[in-house]
């Protein structure tokens, strides 16, 4: 989150359950965000307690629909892992509101999942923030859950995997539903084939970096004595810039003061007539002073709402000259690499331009970014020094785009909030700690294939549905199924008075010829019914799978309190 924070002090392990208020305090911004973080933290952990890792609460809820050309998202609320997410209407997979660069469907195999995580939005990039009566005063931000509907091409082993995974559920389906005898069975079949397709998504998408950063203030394993040297308290972010393997020397980090919190909306951007390796860029308005104002060669990003939701950087730009005159502020970039074509003017939403603060570095630099060097330690600046590492684990170690690690620095204490020990001779040091990032959740929707013409054809729903606990007051009802059971179960019994009789009334010596013969009739009337009955009940029998519980009707989802899987 790249806001105006103090600081983030909410921290899981430490298991606070609220903040309280004392009177006559000062309040900060990093209590009210703290108690919002543990209120949504343990909401969440409930949601996902009591409905499992994923489920909806009707059976059409984000139904994946195979369509003509592609596929559509059907409307409903479903809930990945405690998030809930919301579709109002029925959405094509190529149109999605928060996924308008969906990747094209090739011919293959394809798990369309769904990808859940949470933005942080300001002012700058939704001015509707901004309280007009105030004179459009920047107060707080927002959390915005974005979800993505994304397809996930399945590879030579995971493809037959699943096939045969799917073969042999379809199998135990067919047969359960000829002679309904174990539904368990089959639910647990359905549940065991949708958490494959869950560790399918966490193998290939929960990619873990393995690397960390150790900030310092006067180097590692030094005196205790802080020496941070800033005169202001800063938050400071650093943040990866472009991703690569840690092996190949190509990753690239940016820095910020002020948590990469000052941007400038973007009015327009125009490549120069004259120069197409320059930008023209008019601002809506600039900072007010030169904490949150832009100076000659500092290095700005222009961020784009497309960048934002496919989760990429955006490019980095140094400034060549700014122009506070007139009515507008206009600001001239120079790129390292051609833009557009001279006078061509860029196609930007919602765009905003971030400062970053490692103008001064004269270290290497690679498309407006800093080169990380594993081991070397870098001076940010005031004596705050930080080193990259990496650890594999059996795993190539990978500086992924957008992972970030914050430093608060305080001038009260000359130091900065960060973990550390002191070893035996009391020097101290400083741990290294692993990044922060973009908390992204999935869960599997479908199991789809793609011909050569790009229709998609629906093999299997992935789904959970998870059935509301409130239900309407009344007598519990049988399945045919059972109900035809408790028929075969009194039709015997009858039988057996009936042939009793029969015997009595044919065998036992009676008192009257009538007597002798009511009770013949009796067991006469007790076998029809057994023939009777034992025909009805095998009608009952043969149709329970059509009209039961035990077998999914065309066009419904089978509901389970436990989410188990359609």
């Known amino acids: 989150m790249k806001g105006d924070f103090s600081r983030l002090t909410y921290d899981q392990e430490k298991r606070f359950s609220r903040v309280f208020m004392q009177q006559g305090r000062v309040q900060l911004d990093a209590d009210w965000n703290e108690q919002a973080s543990i209120f949504v933290e343990s909401l969440r952990s409930l949601t996902a307690d009591v409905i499992g890792p994923h489920g909806g609460m009707t059976a059409t809820s984000f139904q994946i629909e195979a369509g003509e050309t592609g596929f559509h998202i059907k409307k409903g609320r479903y809930y990945v892992q405690g998030i809930g997410c919301a579709n109002a209407t029925d959405q094509p997979y190529d149109k999605q509101v928060h996924y308008p660069a969906a990747e094209p ?55 037959g995997e699943v096939e045969s995974r799917l073969k042999d559920l379809q199998r135990i389906e067919k047969g359960e539903a000829l002679w309904p005898r174990n539904p368990q069975r089959v639910r647990e079949k359905r549940k065991t084939f949708v958490e494959y397709a869950q560790q399918l998504l966490d193998e290939q998408l929960q990619t873990k970096g393995g690397v960390t950063l150790r900030a310092s203030v006067g180097g590692h394993g030094t005196e205790t004595t802080p020496q941070y040297q800033g005169g202001e308290n800063q938050l400071y972010r650093v943040e990866i810039h472009q991703g690569a393997t840690a092996a190949s020397g190509k990753a690239t980090f940016k820095w910020s003061r002020e948590n990469g919190s000052v941007t400038f909306p973007i009015q327009s951007a125009t490549c120069s007539k004259h120069n197409n390796k320059e930008l023209l860029v008019t601002l809506k308005y600039f900072g007010s002073d030169s904490r949150g104002g832009l100076n000659i060669d500092d290095w700005v990003e222009i961020v784009d709402e497309s960048d934002v939701l496919k989760g990429t950087p955006g490019p980095l730009y140094q400034i060549e000259k700014i122009d506070l005159g007139g009515m507008e502020t206009s600001v001239t970039l120079k790129s390292t690499h051609p833009l557009a074509q001279n006078g061509e003017s860029l196609q930007l939403c919602r765009a905003v331009l971030r400062r970053w603060d490692h103008s001064d570095h004269k270290g290497s630099i690679a498309g407006g970014a800093i080169v990380v060097r594993e081991g070397a330690e870098v001076e940010l600046e005031d004596n705050l020094k930080i080193t990259f590492r990496s650890q594999s684990n059996g795993h190539p170690a990978v500086y992924r785009s957008g992972d970030y690690w914050l430093i608060p620095a305080r001038a009260a204490t ?25 908390d992204h959740r999935y869960a599997p929707l479908a199991y789809v294939a793609v011909n050569k013409e790009g229709c998609v054809t629906v093999e299997r729903d992935c789904r959970c549905v998870v059935s509301p606990l409130g239900q309407p007051v009344g007598r519990p009802l049988k399945s045919p199924f059972i109900l035809s059971l408790d028929l075969i179960a009194f039709t015997i019994c009858g039988a057996l008075l009936g042939l009793s009789l029969w015997v009595i009334g044919t065998q036992m010596p009676l008192p009257t010829e009538g007597a002798k013969r009511l009770f ?35 066009g419904s989802t089978e509901t389970q309190p436990d989410g188990t899987g359609v």
């Open 414 to 438: 000359r130091d900065i909030e960060w973990p550390k020990t002191n070893d035996a001779n009391g020097h101290v040091m400083y741990e290294e700690r692993e990044p922060r990032g973009i």
């Open 520 to 554: 013949t009739y009796i067991g006469i009337g007790g076998f029809l019914g057994l023939t009777l009955s034992g025909l009805y009940n095998l009608f009952l029998w043969c149709l329970s799978p059509f009209i039961g519980s035990t077998k999914q009707s065309e």
């Open 105 to 159: 469907l090739t011919e293959g195999k394809y798990l369309v999942y769904l990808d859940v995580w949470e933005r942080h939005v300001t002012a700058t990039e939704d001015d509707s923030i901004r309280e007009v009566a105030l004179g459009g005063a920047d107060t707080s931000s927002r959390g915005q859950i974005v979800w993505q509907v994304k397809t996930l091409l399945l590879g030579g082993d995971a493809s």
